[in-house]
């Protein structure tokens, strides 16, 4: 086959072993005649999946493999693939098979042919697309997250929501540094973050229904679209891990006040040893709740690395609630401010302190991916 590469087809997998190779087979099918490689990207799955694409890259030099350690994420899956190649046309399909990879090659001249033309996406909810055997409450939350993500992009896409797409590998490199990488949604990250208006087709495919493995859909995956959503909008502003570390610690606060509450009332407790009790109680829960939702991405596991983490977290977290009172009395007794103007300026050091130390010293400890 003479020329260089004319198409990258990034795969991002987790626990995909069973579908790998039949993957590379459809590939090989739709894409005969062209030039093309598969990188398989991997975040290091337990069931084998990056040994399986090895295995078939030892055969095929079209298979190439990225076997991610302690990084987790699509979007940023996709980053990676998309960046490691140097064919100059680069698509993103699912490993689950779900995807119609037929529209590749159609795909690829629409691109080849038009050169004003960025990125071709295939969508399910053009006239002659469809969700295949989605159940009513899948299709419902899809039609939200569409709105939200079409007022979010003020773009005429039928499909915003769409994980299948070919784009040109050199504007995504332009565009790397300013992605979030957050979620599921990699589209969304693109079409948003670019300071131009992207020219695109859309494409109509049937999603399929899956035949092997597990799908990895969750409720974390709704919170994740969100979380790219509010990033978009307001992340230059406050940054949304930060504000999503804010967030669970009004919860705590709330976790606070009722365990408080039930121990100094109905128990013969007094009030500072159950004032005590709470406090702990409401680090526990803002220590999971962080480590399940805010740094979801670098979140420990393991009873050692869960025990160190919830240790540092809440010796982080008194310090701060020194800091807390301290800033507050300052302020209140030597500055002569307000009592709510203190209390909030203290809350408002406390958090600071905690999410920048937390950040740093409970789950920055283990070398994972820093986050946004």
Same mark, same amino acid.
């Given at each position: 086959?003479?020329?260089?590469?004319?198409?990258?087809?990034?795969?991002?997998?987790?626990?995909?072993?069973?579908?790998?190779?039949?993957?590379?087979?459809?590939?090989?099918? =739709?894409?005969?005649?062209?030039?093309?490689?598969?990188?398989?990207?991997?975040?290091?799955?337990?069931?084998?999946?990056?040994?399986?694409?090895?295995?078939?890259?030892?055969?095929?030099?079209?298979?190439?493999?990225?076997?991610?350690?302690?990084?987790?994420?699509?979007?940023?899956?996709? $980053?990676?693939?998309?960046?490691?190649?140097?064919?100059?046309?680069?698509?993103?399909?699912?490993?689950?098979?779900?995807?119609?990879?037929?529209?590749?090659?159609?795909?690829?001249?629409?691109?080849?042919?038009?050169?004003?033309?960025?990125?071709?996406?295939?969508?399910?909810?053009?006239?002659?697309?469809?969700?295949?055997? /989605?159940?009513?409450?899948?299709? =419902?939350?899809?039609?939200?997250?569409?709105?939200?993500?079409?007022?979010?992009?003020?773009?005429?896409?039928?499909?915003?929501?769409?994980?299948?797409?070919?784009? *040109?590998? =050199?504007?995504?490199?332009?565009?790397?540094?300013?992605?979030?990488?957050?979620?599921?949604?990699?589209?969304?990250?693109?079409?948003?973050?670019?300071?131009?208006?992207?020219?695109?087709?859309?494409?109509?495919?049937?999603?399929?229904?899956?035949?092997?493995?597990?799908?990895?859909?969750?409720?974390?995956?709704?919170?994740?679209?969100?979380?790219?959503?509010?990033?978009?909008?307001?992340?230059?502003?406050?940054?949304?891990?930060?504000?999503?570390?804010?967030?669970?610690?009004? $919860?705590?606060?709330?976790?606070?006040?009722?365990?408080?509450?039930?121990?100094?009332?109905?128990?013969?407790?007094?009030?500072?040893?159950?004032?005590?009790?709470?406090?702990?109680?409401?680090?526990?829960?803002?220590?999971?709740?962080?480590?399940?939702?805010?740094? *979801?991405?670098? *979140?420990?596991?393991?009873?050692?690395?869960?025990?160190?983490? /919830?240790?540092?977290?809440?010796?982080?977290?008194?310090?701060?609630?020194?800091?807390?009172?301290?800033? =507050?009395?300052?302020?209140?007794?030597?500055?002569?401010?307000? /009592?709510?103007?203190?209390?909030?300026?203290?809350?408002?050091?406390?958090?600071?302190?905690?999410?920048?130390?937390?950040?740093?010293?409970? /789950?920055? *400890?283990?070398?994972?991916?820093?986050?946004?």
């Amino acid at each position: 086959m003479n020329g260089g590469l004319e198409l990258a087809v990034v795969v991002p997998v987790f626990n995909e072993r069973a579908n790998v190779a039949l993957l590379v087979e459809r590939l090989d099918k =739709a894409l005969a005649g062209r030039r093309w490689e598969a990188i398989f990207v991997d975040d290091d799955s337990p069931d084998g999946t990056a040994e399986a694409a090895r295995d078939l890259a030892l055969a095929d030099a079209r298979v190439r493999v990225i076997q991610r350690i302690g990084r987790r994420g699509l979007s940023t899956a996709c $980053l990676e693939g998309m960046c490691a190649t140097a064919a100059p046309l680069v698509a993103v399909i699912d490993g689950d098979l779900q995807h119609d990879e037929t529209l590749l090659p159609m795909m690829l001249d629409m691109l080849e042919q038009d050169p004003e033309l960025d990125l071709v996406i295939g969508s399910r909810f053009m006239e002659g697309g469809g969700t295949g055997d /989605w159940d009513r409450d899948r299709a =419902a939350k899809s039609a939200i997250a569409t709105k939200l993500s079409r007022q979010v992009l003020k773009a005429d896409l039928t499909d915003p929501m769409s994980g299948f797409f070919m784009i *040109r590998t =050199a504007l995504v490199r332009d565009l790397v540094p300013m992605l979030s990488g957050i979620g599921f949604k990699i589209l969304l990250d693109i079409m948003t973050a670019s300071p131009r208006r992207l020219r695109f087709r859309e494409l109509p495919y049937v999603f399929r229904s899956r035949q092997r493995g597990e799908s990895k859909l969750d409720h974390v995956v709704a919170l994740e679209f969100l979380i790219a959503l509010y990033d978009r909008m307001f992340g230059r502003i406050v940054p949304v891990r930060f504000a999503m570390f804010a967030a669970v610690g009004g $919860l705590g606060a709330a976790v606070h006040m009722i365990v408080v509450a039930l121990l100094y009332t109905g128990t013969p407790l007094p009030f500072v040893p159950s004032t005590a009790i709470a406090t702990l109680v409401a680090m526990t829960f803002n220590f999971f709740l962080n480590n399940a939702l805010t740094y *979801r991405d670098r *979140r420990l596991k393991g009873a050692r690395e869960l025990f160190d983490g /919830w240790v540092s977290f809440c010796i982080v977290c008194s310090v701060g609630a020194v800091a807390n009172v301290g800033i =507050a009395a300052f302020l209140y007794g030597v500055e002569n401010g307000g /009592w709510a103007v203190s209390a909030l300026a203290g809350i408002l050091v406390a958090a600071v302190w905690n999410f920048a130390l937390s950040s740093r010293f409970t /789950w920055g *400890r283990y070398g994972r991916k820093p986050g946004v």
